[in-house]
């Protein structure tokens, strides 16, 4: 298509056609808003291309990186732990082939600290508790609730903490989550599905278990308003819940640091 066009009254057959003729330049907006269509896909290009860097922006590639570096920091921080409680253990020996210059009464009661901290191994009968997700196409089982959002159907952080205050205010002497002993500053924390305790990472079913007395444990359980709320969707949309009486276990230790960062402890 031309883009100069002849002026009205030019040509062969008009009176004026002796006369120069006149040629004017239109205005076409379809001209300009292409150059601006191929500006932006230009721009977009370029975008992508620094952004990617030579990867494929649609995989999950990043994801899977992220989820292999905190397994491997799990996988990492495991091995510090077993080998904190070697030397734990190495000093602890040391101390007693030298602590000659304490009292009876002092060692009595440097016992019972480490007995109240978690650092020692505690032996008693035991309840455990396991929770665990949802099948993924678990429907509602009972009239009147609605079907399932995804939320519904994993174990949540308020769902471990609601099991581990409701062992605590059922007299627990000690309780251990997955296979981790847990103490004053443990903090049971959920990202996504997974749990992370001290540092590392769990997927369920999640496994909790307190010694102490069972019948007084389990009647905390039931007692407990959350948990009586998670066994709703237990009985609707068939998440995990099991309890069983162990007999005689042995909780571990706990192994890890007991230095406090924001906190100091009362004199």
């Known amino acids: 298509m031309s883009d100069t066009a002849d002026s009205p009254g030019t040509g062969s057959g008009s009176p004026d056609a002796g006369t120069p003729s006149v040629r004017t330049r239109r205005f076409r907006p379809v001209r300009v808003l292409t150059v601006g269509v191929f500006a932006l896909a230009g721009l977009l290009f370029m ?23 905190i397994q491997e920091r799990s996988h990492k ?7 904190d409680a070697a030397l734990r253990s ?9 602590g000659g210059t304490m009292s009876k009464a002092e060692q009595n009661r440097l016992a019972a600290l480490e007995k109240d901290a ?4 505690l032996t008693g009968r035991a309840v455990t508790v396991t929770l665990n997700d949802a099948p993924p196409n678990a429907t509602a089982k009972l009239p009147g609730y609605p079907e399932p959002q995804p939320d519904y159907l994993v174990i949540h952080q308020q769902d471990l903490q609601a099991v581990v205050n409701a ?3 059922g ?8 296979d981790q002993r847990l103490i004053s500053t443990s903090a049971v924390r959920c990202v996504g599905n997974t749990l992370i305790l ?3 990472v769990y997927s369920p079913p999640y496994k909790i278990t ?15 308003p959350a948990i009586q709320n998670y066994m709703v969707y237990v009985n609707v949309y068939g998440l995990g819940w099991k309890v069983t009486e162990d007999g005689t276990v042995t909780l571990p230790g706990y192994s890890g640091t007991v230095d406090l960062h924001y906190a100091k402890p009362v004199e």
């Open 77 to 83: 921080n495991a091995r510090l732990d077993e080998s």
């Open 198 to 200: 001290q540092g590392r």
């Open 118 to 121: 978690g650092t020692q191994k």
């Open 90 to 98: 190495a000093v602890d020996a040391l101390a007693k082939r030298t």
């Open 47 to 69: 975008t992508s291309f620094n952004t990617a860097k030579g990867t494929n922006l649609r995989t999950d590639t990043s994801l899977l990186k992220l989820s292999d570096l």
């Open 210 to 224: 307190a010694v102490g007395d069972p019948e007084k444990l389990q009647k905390a359980l039931a007692d407990s």
């Open 167 to 169: 062992l605590w205010q």
């Open 171 to 178: 007299g627990a002497r000690g309780i251990k989550v997955m």
